[in-house]
């Protein structure tokens, strides 16, 4: 089972109480005080984790705490600390706080660790509050609550290149064709269910090698943002991409209209997120290797005036040099976005 989106609810650990105690010994049977400090309260740590890709345990088990601080105790013995509660997230969760509605945390790195709750300090034990005046005081604190709230969590996938298209337009196929994954591949619309991605890895001719994320996500059909088909809420799975990948079947089979998929999907895009259509997109006309590809591909072009790649994943065909057009494009891409990263804002800098 797939979940891309749950809510959580978070309790840190309370602070252990600190502890009211004196010395009594065989010749000191009056001693000064020496109760303890409570132990701090565990925190709630996100940590992220390359190796998981859903939010499924979460769903199922929404409730986490971090381990509550131990007690202080006589002779100066300090409560244990609360253990801490350790989420492993997987890479681009989007983490909200429900009740004031801010983005609280992004999980972005592999082992990135953030504390999304603070465990409560302990009390402080009755040696604290000695004074010259009170040299026996009966006072101990009791430690602090922990932190708590609610969460939203939200999936956005990492990947460079994003692979959108009606389904069994090849979306799947092509990912086997570019990268070592092996996203099932069907003729029925809506093999894929939930996002896959996949490497792409470049060789050089010393040896080294370049790497690339491809996410393949399910089919978008005219009609999605009125939650047709699976709906469109899966493309938050592209939103954080270099580049698109609009791959059409460009054979139309099942009758379907190639130059009517390609506006369908522009549209539906758009609907979702506007800012999609500014990212750098790349047109690829799939099924080359059938009849009717040739007739189809001169009226789309008649229709839609933008360059388009034909490629054919059945007999491999287009396909290496997709994939160093999609190096050389995120390349570009990336360059771009430090220079304006880079770029000096205000108008005295
Ligand atoms: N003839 C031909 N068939 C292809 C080509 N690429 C994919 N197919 C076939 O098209 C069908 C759909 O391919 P998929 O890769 O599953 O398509 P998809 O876009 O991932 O589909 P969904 O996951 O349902 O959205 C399969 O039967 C493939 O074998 C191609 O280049 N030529
Ligand atoms: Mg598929």
């Given at each position: 089972m797939f979940v891309d989106e749950c809510t959580i609810k978070i309790q840190a650990g309370d602070g252990g109480r600190g502890c009211i105690?004196?010395?009594?010994?065989k010749y000191e049977p009056w001693g000064g005080p020496n109760g303890g400090d409570g132990g701090k309260g565990g925190d709630v740590i996100l940590i992220g984790d390359v190796n998981t890709n859903n939010l499924v345990d979460y769903k199922f088990q929404p409730?986490?705490?971090?381990?509550?601080?131990?007690?202080?105790?006589?002779?100066?013995?300090?409560?244990?600390?609360?253990?801490?509660?350790?989420?492993?997230?997987?890479?681009?969760?989007?983490?909200?706080?429900?009740?004031?509605?801010?983005?609280?945390?992004?999980?972005?790195?592999?082992?990135?660790?953030?504390?999304?709750?603070?465990?409560?300090?302990?009390?402080?034990?009755?040696?604290?509050?000695k004074t010259p005046t009170n040299r026996a005081p009966k006072r101990a604190n009791d430690g602090q609550p922990g932190e708590r709230g609610s969460f939203k969590l939200i999936l956005k996938s990492i990947a460079d290149v994003g692979l959108v298209g009606f389904p069994n337009a090849g979306k799947s196929s092509l990912t086997k064709q570019l990268t070592k994954a092996h996203p099932k591949t069907a003729a029925y619309p809506f093999t894929t269910l939930h996002p896959q991605i996949?490497?792409?890895?470049?060789?050089?001719e010393f040896g080294g090698s370049k790497r690339l994320l491809l996410a393949?996500?399910?089919?978008?059909?005219?009609g999605a943002n009125e939650n047709k088909g699976l709906g469109h809420r899966f493309l938050r799975h592209i939103?954080?991409?270099?580049?698109?990948?609009?791959?059409?079947?460009?054979?139309?089979?099942?009758?379907?209209?190639?130059?009517?998929?390609y506006k369908h999907l522009l549209r539906e895009l758009k609907?979702?997120?506007?800012?999609?259509?500014?990212?750098?997109?790349?047109?690829?006309?799939?099924?080359?290797?059938?009849?009717?590809f040739k007739a189809n591909l001169v009226k789309f072009k008649k229709k839609h005036d933008v360059a388009v790649l034909?490629?054919?994943?059945?007999?491999t065909l287009g396909i290496e040099r997709l994939k160093k057009d999609l190096f050389k494009r995120v390349a570009t891409f990336r360059t771009q976005e430090k220079k304006a990263a880079c770029r000096p804002t205000g108008r005295n800098s």
């Open positions: 105690a004196f010395r009594r010994e409730h986490r705490k971090g381990e509550r601080g131990e007690h202080g105790l006589g002779k100066d013995c300090s409560g244990k600390e609360g253990v801490n509660a350790e989420l492993r997230m997987p890479l681009g969760t989007v983490v909200t706080d429900v009740e004031s509605g801010q983005i609280v945390a992004e999980v972005i790195e592999d082992g990135q660790r953030i504390v999304l709750c603070k465990g409560g300090n302990g009390g402080w034990g009755n040696t604290h509050f996949g490497v792409i890895e470049l060789f050089d393949d996500i399910p089919g978008l059909i005219e939103e954080r991409c270099a580049l698109l990948i609009l791959i059409i079947d460009m054979a139309g089979n099942d009758g379907r209209h190639p130059w009517d998929d609907l979702y997120d506007p800012l999609l259509l500014k990212k750098p997109r790349l047109v690829v006309a799939n099924k080359m290797d059938l009849p009717d034909p490629i054919s994943c059945l007999e």
